[in-house]
T-cell receptor, first 116, second 114 residues
Framework: EAQVTQNPRYLITVTGKKLTVTCSQNMNHEYMSWYRQDPGLGLRQIYYSMNVEVTDKGDVPEGYKVSRKEKRNFPLILESPSPNQTSLYFC???????????????FGPGTRLTVL | AQSVTQLGSHVSVSEGALVLLRCNYSSSVPPYLFWYVQYPNQGLQLLLKYTTGATLVKGINGFEAEFKKSETSFHLTKPSAHMSDAAEYFCAVSKGGSQGNLIFGKGTKLSVKP
């Protein structure tokens, strides 16, 4: 089954404790992206990746890191989480590259993160 | 730069009534436009998209949207609401140039009353 998976689905942590949220897709997509969803703000892009070893900042990258060492995986890293990073996080993938921006994005089920 | 405005953060309709969710966009290039739906505790699912060609686009679950360039709008409609349509709906526009990058509106939560 074609899908995007995220782990963990729920996470409660404390300020400053490094964490990683994993994202994996099995559709051989080149494009992957991370969003955060907050009430009243919709989805805001954190980082995206056009291909392996190619990443770029989205609209709200502060406090986050990503890596793209393999095509299927795109982990989101919070080196020192803070309470304002409490949010619902979604990973998405899309492809193949067409240069036209018209490809559907497939979303993971979400990770609800609480930073105390 | 692209942007999306969804009018109304909450919309409530009766079962069987017309559903109309409004979306206006701004884009310096011909836009690609999307509607996504998010059911409670789930990720986003594509309802429909407009890229080129026919301006009336049909999607899943009986939804459709019409691209109106003169009004910079892409409103989502469904003739008859069903209880299962209760969800949050997001309009999005492609940033253009970068494959896959989308700008989302803030969402409209649809409630359906029996």
């Amino acid at each position: 089954e074609a899908q995007v998976t995220q782990n963990p689905r729920y996470l409660i942590t404390v300020t400053g404790k490094k964490l990683t949220v994993t994202c994996s897709q099995n559709m051989n997509h080149e494009y992957m992206s991370w969003y955060r969803q907050d009430p009243g703000l919709g989805l805001r892009q954190i980082y995206y990746s056009m291909n392996v070893e190619v990443t770029d900042k989205g609209d709200v990258p502060e406090g986050y890191k990503v890596s793209r060492k393999e095509k299927r995986n795109f982990p989101l890293i919070l080196e020192s989480p803070s309470p304002n990073q409490t949010s619902l996080y979604f990973c998405a993938s899309s492809g193949p590259r067409g240069g036209r921006g018209n490809n559907e994005q497939f979303f993971g089920p979400g990770t609800r993160l609480t930073v105390l | 730069a692209q942007s999306v405005t969804q009018l109304g953060s909450h919309v409530s309709v009766s079962e069987g009534a017309l559903v109309l969710l409004r979306c206006n966009y701004s884009s310096s290039v011909p836009p690609y436009l999307f509607w996504y739906v998010q059911y409670p505790n789930q990720g986003l699912q594509l309802l429909l998209k407009y890229t080129t060609g026919a301006t009336l686009v049909k999607g899943i679950n009986g939804f459709e949207a019409e691209f109106k360039k003169s009004e910079t709008s892409f409103h989502l409609t469904k003739p008859s609401a069903h209880m299962s349509d209760a969800a949050e709906y997001f309009c999005a526009v492609s940033k253009g140039g970068s494959q896959g990058n989308l700008i989302f509106g803030k969402g409209t939560k649809l409630s359906v009353k029996p």
